[in-house]
């Protein structure tokens, strides 16, 4: 039912800043959770960033404070402002949303996703 598109991905020098965005539609987008994960070469998807309706925020222990996830329900997107980025960083970028009702820290809660966005970090 929802319809998520990732945008803002690049290549960047470590220590450089990105900032990420999805655009959603198709079904209410205000009340989901929303979160980004990241998909490294190879690897798996992981949690990166969740947060609630109501801008509650949650971030996975590898972020370092270094990354902020927010969202404009106005325009029904989400943003995920990366600093400091490290090579460790790189992968697919991934928006995703879980229904109304779901835990929003519960990274396997989220049921709807984005084709994904790439970050390339060089050292």
């Known amino acids: 039912q929802v319809q998520l598109v990732e945008s803002g991905g690049g290549s960047v020098q470590a220590g450089g800043s990105l900032r990420l965005s999805c655009a959603a539609s198709g079904a209410v987008y205000s009340r989901y959770c929303m979160a980004w994960f990241r998909q490294a070469p190879g690897g798996q998807r992981e949690g990166v960033a969740a947060i609630t309706g109501s801008a509650i925020t949650y971030y996975s222990n590898s972020r370092e404070g270094r990354f902020t996830i927010s969202r404009d329900n106005a325009k029904n997107t989400l943003s995920l402002q990366m600093i400091n980025l490290k090579p460790e960083d790189t992968g697919v970028y991934f928006c995703?949303?879980?229904?109304?009702?779901?835990?929003?820290?519960?990274?396997?809660?989220?049921?709807?996703w984005g084709h994904g966005t790439q970050v390339t970090v060089s050292s």
């Open positions: 995703a949303a879980a229904r109304t009702g779901a835990n929003c820290a519960n990274w396997r809660a989220y049921s709807d």
